[in-house]
């Protein structure tokens, strides 16, 4: 265990060791046999695509201190070692799997990527003229020398360097030259067939480009040569405080973001190490910032060859959401809201259903106002034409526009300028605050006067990510929540000072304390004997206050289960510190995303949803939401469904040690462990899934 704070006493875990945690817990579905072959090589896939992050947003830090030789305060040089010993770990496990367990099994299955060793000579023939005809005239390689300095490199892309003996056109003995690959290239080929074979091949673009390097270089030889990739930093620093219009700042920070400070560099295994020396000098990094790699430098893409591949058997049994259970199809979402509140299960439940009450209130005559936050929606988003369709039928369409939402900030400003060409009311939010909450307030005109109907959710307005996370959206016509949701979307607008909310927590005002207050309730309800109770259940819990509050509970006897799935710093059942918390990470066929915080001291009961993780950016540095659950019925299925149902997960959880290892899950009898494993989302997909 280690400390994120140098001055704290708390045995607190380290989050960014925590987070590549979490990586390995993923990377467990690589390996399990249950899971069908391209499923297992997309898992891979996704563990590459979550350390690209981790080094474009988490290791900046740890390595300026190591090129600082700094030895003291939350960034070293030990702790750059440390990181890099374990990232290097995690790789090494990637591409074992990658080669020894997935390559050979997709083989048996009748799917091969074919090197160039392996081709037979009509395979050749048809890389080189694949080659000559495709791939080469878009390369461009550039010989190094005074006039020909070595060439920016964008961040993440696929290049390489090459060694060559002889003297170029002018009699020079320059002897590297770089080739960049095109990102428009596809990064796998499938090949023509082979006549009796069953099998499908492969060719990848950097074998194809390897076997015919010699082909760009005419009159000289090819020595050496190495494929590399380098990720860069690129998390956005802008100073809101500092600048007149924060859409044109983002447009000129997402201009360099390609070319931030270099932080890994990953080479073939077999680079040299003149190649790869130079290579590190040229980008300024140490030894540990090399990742050399016997196979492709980016598993990302091997999700271009998993799309390529017409092999259902090999895929996950395609999932169907159910329509949610509350709603009729047909039924108006506005009639069916004054009878009460309705919760939609996503994915287990169509997010189409949250789709379908926008879609009314853009048609329906007597809508007034629609208003909504926007965070990420994917691209083509049909949230954004109904938006855009609502302006045009004379609604007024309010959008407050997160411009900050990580990676998704080109987006965003090209929705926000879509909107705006149309006449819609868009704003950014609070200076310095990232709006993560998510609200869609829709305003009608009925009989009684102006009635408001309103969705929350945990998740994004993402039509592709609502059918692979799991969420909680909420329908209301709750008067009191629909107007603590007015307040706050003119709050975002005008800036003023936010009234007294009924019902909702919002951050970075209330939320933080709120909790706070809660854990504080339930200690002291244990200490004076009574039950108490609390179970959490979110994505991450790093922010320091919030788990001294739960092991201070603990501490005072409060039972507490915290079902988070990745970073977590509170180490579990550490004897006298957190006895009575237990963490259990699940990580399953759907990624966990949705918010459930419960309370219970005494015979009190509260469960709240939330847009909000623990962490102290979501809590201090954000726009988020919380509200509560007061319906019997849907808490009690919020209860069912999102806590006690993770809570009896063998099959997917994992449990935190003491020491922040995480260990599989399972429930022993008489000394045996029960021969029929429980999944969480395998029951909700049963239960919920379309049949039609």
Not at 188 to 215: A, C, E, N, W, Y
Not at 516 to 527: P, R, V
Request: glycine share 6%; net charge positive.
């Amino acid at each position: 265990m280690s400390g994120n704070n140098s001055n704290s006493k708390f045995p607190f875990l380290d989050r960014d060791h925590s987070i590549l945690a979490f990586n390995e817990r993923v990377m467990d579905w690589a390996r399990r046999p249950d899971v069908p072959p391209l499923e297992r090589l997309r898992y891979l896939s996704i563990v590459s695509s979550n350390l690209d992050e981790f080094f474009e947003v988490r290791v900046a830090p740890h390595l300026t201190a190591a090129q600082a030789n700094e030895q003291r305060g939350q960034y070293t040089a030990q702790t750059y070692e440390k990181l890099s010993e374990k990232i290097h770990e995690l790789v090494a496990q990637q591409y074992a799997i990658y080669n020894n367990e997935l390559l050979p099994l997709l083989e048996k299955k009748g799917i091969k990527i074919i090197s160039h060793g392996e081709r037979n000579p009509r395979q050749r023939r048809w890389v080189k003229e694949f080659f000559i005809n495709e791939v080469q005239p878009l390369l461009m390689p550039v010989g190094l020398d005074p006039a020909h300095p070595f060439p920016q490199v964008a961040n993440k892309s696929l290049n390489f360097i090459v060694r060559l003996a002889g003297k170029d056109a002018f009699g020079r003995e320059n002897e590297i030259a770089i080739v960049k690959v095109p990102r428009i290239l596809p990064r796998f080929f499938r090949m023509p067939p082979i006549k009796g074979s069953k099998q499908t091949h492969f060719v990848s673009i950097s074998s194809l480009i390897r076997s015919h390097l010699g082909d760009l270089f005419p009159g000289r030889q090819v020595t050496e040569f190495s494929q590399f990739r380098i990720t860069r930093h690129s998390d956005l620093a802008v100073d809101e405080e500092e600048v007149k219009n924060l859409r044109t700042a983002l447009r000129k920070g997402l201009q360099q973001r390609h070319y931030g400070q270099a932080l890994r560099l990953e080479v073939s295994a077999g680079c040299s190490e003149f190649l790869s020396n130079f290579l590190l000098e040229q980008f300024a990094l140490p030894y540990k910032a090399l990742y050399r790699v016997p196979g492709p430098v980016n598993l990302v893409r091997l999700n271009q060859l998993i799309d390529k591949v017409d092999a259902p058997a090999l895929r996950f049994e395609a999932y169907n959401a159910g329509w949610p259970a509350q709603l009729t199809p047909g039924q108006s979402y506005f009639e069916r809201l004054q009878q009460g509140d309705v919760l939609i299960h996503q994915p287990y439940e169509s997010f189409d259903a949250v789709l379908a009450f926008l879609r009314e209130a853009v048609e329906d005559p007597d809508v007034l106002a629609i208003k909504q936050t926007i965070y990420r929606t994917g691209a083509k988003s049909e949230l954004m034409n109904l938006l855009r369709e609502a302006v045009r039928r004379g609604k007024e369409v309010t959008a407050v526009v997160e411009l900050k939402a990580r990676f998704d900030e080109e987006a965003n400003i090209n929705y926000a300028e879509r909107l705006e060409s149309v006449g819609a009311q868009v704003v950014y939010g609070v200076v310095g605050l990232k709006t993560h909450a998510k609200m869609l307030l829709v305003t009608r005109r009925e009989e009684s006067g102006l009635k408001r109907y309103a969705h929350l959710s945990t998740g994004n307005y993402n039509p592709g990510t609502a059918r692979l996370y799991t969420d909680l959206s909420y329908l209301t016509a709750d008067d009191a929540l629909t107007a603590d949701m007015e307040q706050i979307f003119l709050h975002l607008a005008s800036q003023n000072r936010l009234p007294k909310l009924n019902k909702a927590l919002i951050a970075p005002f209330h939320l933080h304390k709120a909790m706070l207050d809660k854990l504080e309730a339930a200690g002291a309800a244990a200490k004076a004997g009574q039950d108490a109770r609390v179970i959490v259940k979110m994505n991450a819990l790093t922010d320091e206050q919030l788990a001294r509050a739960l092991a201070t509970a603990s501490q005072h006897g409060v039972k507490i289960d915290l079902i988070i799935r990745g970073a977590c710093i509170l180490p579990a059942q550490v004897p006298g510190f957190t006895d009575n918390v237990r963490v259990r990470s699940v990580i399953g066929r759907l990624l966990e995303h949705s918010r459930v915080f419960y309370f219970r001291t005494g015979e009190a009961e509260e469960l709240w949803l939330s847009s909000a993780d623990w962490m102290n950016r979501n809590m201090l540095r954000r726009i988020e939401l919380a509200w509560p659950v007061t319906d019997n019925a849907l808490r009690h299925r919020i209860m069912d469904e999102c806590l006690s149902a993770y809570l009896y997960d063998t099959k997917d959880a994992w449990l935190l040690q003491p020491d922040g290892r995480y260990v599989r899950a399972s429930i022993t009898g008489s000394g045996r462990t029960r021969a029929v494993m429980h999944s969480a989302q395998a029951s909700l997909m049963a239960r919920y899934g379309s049949k039609g």
